[in-house]
């Protein structure tokens, strides 16, 4: 029972605290302060700053999902074929394509954030 709550947490905790850090900074630049809506443009910021964190945190959950999954698959195929040794190969394999495209893409989401890129830039600038 304690491994299988060691691996639940393993699999959310890197997820839930990117959500908590996102909601964290987008608050500190204003964009998720519900009082600061007074316009559209402020509504469209403070809905981003809601939902792209929930959803790239929920995306980020579903790949770690299914990166477990497969890996439990991997672990029974091996078993079966009798080449349990060549485990750790395919894992580090499955990790190196499954890390690239997905941090690239989470870099690239949040790094053109509407709430924090723009956030309310003096008109001088």
Known sequence: ???????????????LLFVLACFTACYLAGSLDYRNIID??????????????????YLWLALRILHRRSGKRIADFLVQTNQL?????????LEKKADT?????????????????DQRRPSGL
């Open 40 to 57: 559209e443009r402020s509504q469209r910021d403070f809905n981003a700053a809601l939902g792209m964190p929930l959803i790239i945190g």
């Open 101 to 117: 495209p997905c941090f690239s893409g989470c870099n690239a989401v949040y790094c053109n954030y509407p709430g924090v890129s």
């Open 1 to 15: 029972m304690k491994n299988n709550k060691n691996a639940v947490l393993h699999v959310w905790m890197l997820p």
């Open 85 to 93: 040794s060549q485990y750790r190969q395919h894992m580090t394999m």
